[in-house]
Nanobody, 124 residues
């Protein structure tokens, strides 16, 4: 089992950058493929990015490809989401999640552990 805590959200203007962090408890962080999801008001939770156990493979939603970068530091039990050129449509609560299955899963239902979320608000 792993506990996840996100941080780094905030209110920014369109075009700004922001870096989210997800810190995991426990000694098994490196065994979990990880992902980032987001949920805007009135919308379903959607896939943003995912990363393999060793960070060698990354996956992105089309809407963030080229603007967001997912990475992880297993020595620090931490995953990151670097967000650049933010747009108002990126406004959402961002969640990190760990899966027991394969790397790159884009389905929220395949992730077993979730953080509490961090709010990102992008003003125009």
């Amino acid at each position: 089992q792993v506990q996840l805590v996100e941080s780094g959200g905030g209110l920014v203007q369109a075009g700004d950058s922001l870096r989210l962090s997800c810190v995991a408890s426990g000694r098994t962080f490196s065994t979990y493929p990880m992902g980032w999801f987001r949920q805007a008001p009135g919308k379903e939770r959607e896939f943003v990015a995912a990363i393999s156990r060793n960070g060698g493979s990354t996956y992105y939603a089309d809407s963030v490809q080229g603007r967001f970068t997912v990475s992880r530091d297993n020595a620090k039990n931490t995953m990151y989401l670097q967000m650049k050129n933010l747009k108002p449509e990126d406004t959402a609560v961002y969640y990190c999640a760990a899966t027991l299955y394969y790397s790159g899963s884009r389905s929220a239902g395949e992730y077993s552990y979730w953080g509490q979320g961090t709010q990102v608000t992008v003003s125009s």
